[in-house]
């Protein structure tokens, strides 16, 4: 199973342990971590994946591999900007969100539009005509977002 992690690539300390927390569980159930291979969430999931024995896959978005985070084992370099975004979700059986911004939101939605499942921990919260709109499913740890997604992308 290939598992996206997507947020910030400028984290909170928080979120960082959480993101490295993800990546741990990611690698604990044999899950491949696809980001976006930058700094903040991105490479503290891929530093928590790599802890715990895991694979990861970085989707730069710029035109060098060395601008990979150190903990991806496989960067793929695609000179896209932001437009990558679209590859990190579409190669991913499930997202997981951590926190983000704008990149992150874009994120969330080509996966939602593609049918990638979303799970987020302290991520955004959608709403369409003033009315929530409950598209992202909610989890309250990183084991159980891993949990979540895992068996959300399964199905």
């Not at 896959?57 to 060098?64: A, Q, Y």
């Not at 437009?83 to 969100?97: F, G, P």
């Not at 926190?99 to 919260?125: D, N």
């Amino acid at each position: 199973m290939i598992v996206a992690v997507v947020g910030a690539s400028q984290c909170t300390p928080q979120e960082a342990e959480i993101a490295e927390a993800v990546g741990r569980e990611l690698a604990r159930r044999d899950a491949i971590l696809i980001c976006g291979g930058r700094g903040g969430v991105m490479e503290a999931a891929c530093r928590g994946a790599k802890a715990g024995g895991g694979r990861t896959v970085g989707i730069l978005p710029g035109t060098s591999r060395h601008q990979a985070n150190p903990y991806v084992d496989i960067p793929i370099v695609t000179g896209l900007g932001e437009a990558r975004n679209l590859i990190i979700v579409r190669s991913a059986d499930a997202v997981i969100a951590v926190g983000g911004e704008y990149g992150t939101l874009s994120e969330i939605a080509f996966a939602l539009k593609l049918g990638v499942p979303v799970v987020g921990l302290g991520t955004w919260e959608l709403s369409k005509d003033g009315r929530r709109v409950e598209a992202i499913v909610r989890a309250t740890s990183p084991t159980e977002a891993v949990e979540r997604a895992l068996t959300l992308g399964a199905g």
